[in-house]
Structures are given as C-alpha cells and as structure tokens.
C-alpha cells in the first residue's frame, strides 16, 4: 500500500497569505518525500474567500520540481469547466517536468457558482465531465484524433506524450464509482463518509470493473483526514476543532451523505453537534502510533484499498510547523509498520 498526503492550499479567511500558504505546501512535499510517503496531491476550488487552490497545474509543476520521486496530482481537477485539450496538454507537461509521476484525478464538481464562473451549464455536468474523459485518454496516447461529440469536438494531436500520467477519478455514489470503473481508472473516494460507505461503493466499483473487463486497470484510493499525536485527548484539543469546521461545512453544503449507513449523523443540526468520540469512528486515522496503526490496518481490512491519502493540516490549521511534525512523526511511527499491506498502483 502506498501513502499520500492532499493540502489544502487555502488561507482562511480573506486569503491574505495564500502565497505563503503556497510556499509552506512546497516545503510541507519536500518534508513528505524524506519521511516516505508516495505522492501528494492537491485540490481544486473557485470564488472560495480564502483563495482556495483554483488552479492546480502551476502548483503541480512546482510539486514536481522540489521532489524527486513522489507521484504529484489532484484530488480532484473539475473536468468538466475545461477544454479537455488544454486539461491533457497541462498534464502533459507536468508529466514530463516530473519524469512521469503524475496522477490526475478528476471529477465532477458539485457548487453552481463555479458552473456560473465558467460559462457551464451545471445540467451538462456528467455529458461533459463523460466525453472529456474520453478525449483526454485518447490524447494522451500521442495518437492521431478525431473527436466529434456533444459537448467537445477535436482533431489533431497532443505533445509532448506524457511518460507515466494516469487519470484517476473522484466519486461520491454508486453511479459515480461504475463511471470509474467503465473508464478503467483508480477510483478517489472522499475522505467524508464512514467505512460502511466505503465498503458498498467498492462493492460496486469492483463488480462493475469485473463486467466490463478493466480490472487490471482499477484501484481503490482512499481519501481520510487524519493527525499523529500522543493522544487522543491531545487530537481532539489541537486538531479536531479545525477538522470539524471543514466537515460542517461539506455536510451543510453537500447534503449526500448516505444516512442509512451513517448512523453517527443522526440528529446533527449545527456544527457543534458533531461528536469526536463518535464521528471519528470509521472515518478518522487519529491518535497515537499505535492508534493510527490499528485503524489503517481495519480500514484495509475493510476496503482493501491500494493507496492512502490523508489530509493533515485543515484550512485554519494547525500551523505549518506543527504539519511539518505530524508528517515527519507519521513517516517514521507508521509508514514502516504497514508497508506490507497490499500493493499500490504504479
């Protein structure tokens, strides 16, 4: 199993420093890459007050040019606001400057203000999100393309070839991990619903994979949020605060939880309703070595997924030197207890 970190490349809450912001994430990498992990990963988002990451391709070649062997990608790129082409031709690149280590996820996009921002009609989400797909695993064989569709149509070629890029693609639902499937691609879970959730999507993801015969393509990527510490008492005074306000506002804004397997969210009315003790369950890599050890291990038990990315440092913290501990101390307690868990994609 592989381990990989997403930043959350945002400055709450005028974006005053998000330049700062930007450069502490290019040294937050270079600290990843020496304590072990794999890849990292950044977001994508638009209009966002603290100047959320909206366009992830200048920050991925500069992921690229501070690490050496890390894989650099999005969870997720909005593929349907842009012209396929140009999504392959960025990636391309980026590929190349990082000498193949890129791992583009992609996905949807759910907020009407950025379809609005662009010019999409948000209707024309999955038809878009569906032919550009297409469009960009066609080009990036380097092959000659005629592309007639609906929403794009192209006819030429893209260079350079990326080396080793692979698209990846974010779901949130049933309909979503079967897209995944259908295209051959590693499936990015998000890092909000339970294990039982997870459990039932990569039943499905894996059934629909086996229909259509791209198995050896699919992999399971599973998004959490998580924080080393001494104890749980110490994550839940430092970092629980920070997470909770990151998962009140998803909850609010994107009403797709599965309540039938999320029984932990029954009665949650305002933030302050979310329970540590009891959101964290199935959903968290919190605590102690030990604590995240065990919780990685059934979590791989459950879901036997091939890559893990966990997201430390929330948007309103904790500070950047507290990130650079969490992820040194997590790289040396509990990366080398589970390297033999399973084997990630290439």
């Not at 294990?195 to 999507?201: E, F, G, K, L, N």
């Not at 992999?219 to 749980?232: F, K, N, P, Y």
């Not at 966990?310 to 990366?335: Q, W, Y």
């Amino acid at each position: 199993m592989k381990f990989g970190i997403l930043f959350r490349v945002q400055d709450p809450p005028s974006g005053q420093h998000i330049g700062q912001r930007m450069r502490e994430t290019l040294q937050a990498a270079r600290a990843a890459e020496a304590a072990g992990f794999d890849g990292v990963f950044v977001p994508e988002h638009h209009m966002r007050p603290d100047a959320y990451l909206p366009n992830p391709f200048p920050m991925l070649g500069a992921l690229a040019a501070v690490t050496e062997r890390m894989h650099v990608g999005t969870a997720v790129h909005l593929l349907p606001f842009y012209n396929p082409v140009q999504s392959a031709e960025a990636g391309a690149v980026v590929d190349q400057i990082s000498g193949g280590r890129l791992r583009l996820g992609v996905g949807l996009g759910n907020f009407e203000p950025e379809f609005d921002l662009m010019g999409v009609d948000k209707k024309d989400q999955v038809g878009r999100f569906c032919e550009a797909v297409e469009l960009l695993q066609q080009a990036w064989t380097g092959a000659e393309f005629d592309f007639q569709g609906k929403h794009y149509q192209a006819k030429g070629r893209v260079t350079p070839v990326p080396p080793g890029a692979q698209l990846w693609m974010g779901a949130m639902s049933d309909v979503g991990v079967r897209r995944a499937a259908k295209y051959g691609c590693p499936w990015m879970s998000d890092p909000l619903h339970n294990m039982s959730v997870m459990q039932r999507w990569a039943g499905i993801y894996r059934e629909e994979a086996a229909a259509r015969g791209t198995t050896d393509r699919t992999s399971v990527v599973l998004l959490r949020e998580g924080w080393i510490a001494d104890s749980l008492a110490e994550v839940e005074q430092v970092w629980w605060p920070r997470a909770r306000e990151d998962h009140w506002f998803y909850f609010r804004e994107i009403p797709r939880f599965v309540a039938a397997l999320e029984p932990g969210l029954a009665g949650v009315k305002t933030e302050a309703d979310f329970d540590f003790g009891r959101h964290r369950v199935d959903r968290f890599v919190v605590g102690n070595s030990a604590d995240c050890i065990q919780t990685i291990r059934r979590m791989h038990e459950l879901l036997g997924m091939d890559y893990l990315i966990l997201s430390f440092r929330m948007a309103s913290g904790p500070d950047h030197e507290r990130e650079l501990e969490c992820i040194r101390r997590f790289g040396a307690e509990v990366i080398p207890a589970l390297r033999g868990l399973g084997a990630g994609p290439a």
